[in-house]
């Protein structure tokens, strides 16, 4: 893990907190791992507390497991085809209009 300020690849984990974890002092460090995977739920979560050992920045990790980072790619191919669809079909909804304009003018 590099760190975000430095880019120096020594790190130190300060501290671990696994999303299935119900305990109130760890929420405001869970919250931080809920803010990135709200839009979707994977199994756990864990959320590390890392220190540079070069500039002593501290920052925060967010780790899931290969199979949960793949069930939210294809989620997320998912929602992109759905899109895609819609924007085809406002696309020949406007072309109906603009003929349907077209005839009404001549």
Known sequence: MRCPKCLHSKT?????????ESNEKHNAILRR??????????EGFRVRKRQCSECSHTFYSIE???????????DLRQVNEIQRKR???LESHNEEMR????????
């Open 64 to 74: 899931v497991g290969i199979e949960d980072l793949n069930q939210a790619i294809d």
């Open 99 to 106: 003929q349907i304009i077209a005839r009404s003018k001549t």
């Open 87 to 89: 924007v085809i079909d």
């Open 12 to 20: 130190k984990v300060l501290d671990t907190r696994i999303s299935r």
């Open 33 to 42: 791992g809920g803010e990135v995977w709200a839009w979707w739920e994977p």
